[in-house]
């Protein structure tokens, strides 16, 4: 999971940015709405986080801008309490507002909500066959039996269950892992599947050679009894 987060406020963009990593986002944090607009033009997002009262461009403009450029869901950050600002701000393309001063945990929780809406899903928990994995509660259950996984290897499993038998590609998926200037070794994707191999099943994640890796879904599946 990779956030975009556009905040110019020191003290508030380096507390989202803690909370994110935290929940086992890569992060990419910019003071500025030109340089994050570019971001998106080079990198996939899982999320974006936006301030509305930025040095260079108004909020909003990075706002319509966005949304030109795809579905990304949207939260949006403003002091601005009018209610007709608020209006401005959902009809322009936001998915949900949250009201400085705020509490982190609230915008970790409606992060998560306009990311299950974004993916068609009602409830924090992805379950397919005998794999669950709740994302609120960062739990993954492997026949019946609860995995410790890392923040990565979670953050990995979550992005292949999302669109299950679907081949990902390792740039893609190194992008959505890592931030810009955190450093990645060339064979981490790999350590990573290998880790939740041998954590869950072996046969659990499958590597198309030159191309990436896939959730297998038929291997979820419970066994015939």
Known sequence: MRALLVEDDP???????????????????????????????????????????LPDIDGL??????????????LILTARDAIEARIKGLDAGADDYVLKPFDLQELLARLRVIMRRAAGRASSATHLGELTI????????????????????????????????????????????????????????EV???????????????TVRGIGYRLNIDHLKAPCP
């Open 61 to 74: 403009m990075v706002l319509e801008q966005a949304r030109q450029r795809g579905s990304l869901p949207i």
């Open 192 to 206: 990573h599947v290998h880790h939740l191999r041998k954590k869950l099943d072996k046969a659990m994640i499958t």
């Open 134 to 189: 709740d994302e609120t509660g960062h739990q993954v259950i492997w026949r019946g039996q609860s995995v410790q996984l890392s923040r990565r290897e979670f953050a990995l499993l979550v992005e292949l269950s999302r669109q299950p038998g679907m081949v990902l590609s390792r740039p893609r998926l190194e992008s959505l892992l890592y931030g810009w200037g955190e450093e990645l070794e060339s064979n981490a994707l």
């Open 11 to 53: 003290l508030i963009g380096d507390g989202i940015k803690t909370a994110l990593e935290r929940e086992g986002y890569a992060v990419d944090w910019f003071c500025e709405g030109r340089p994050a607009l570019d971001a998106m033009d080079a990198e996939p997002f899982s999320v974006m986080v936006l301030d509305l009262g």
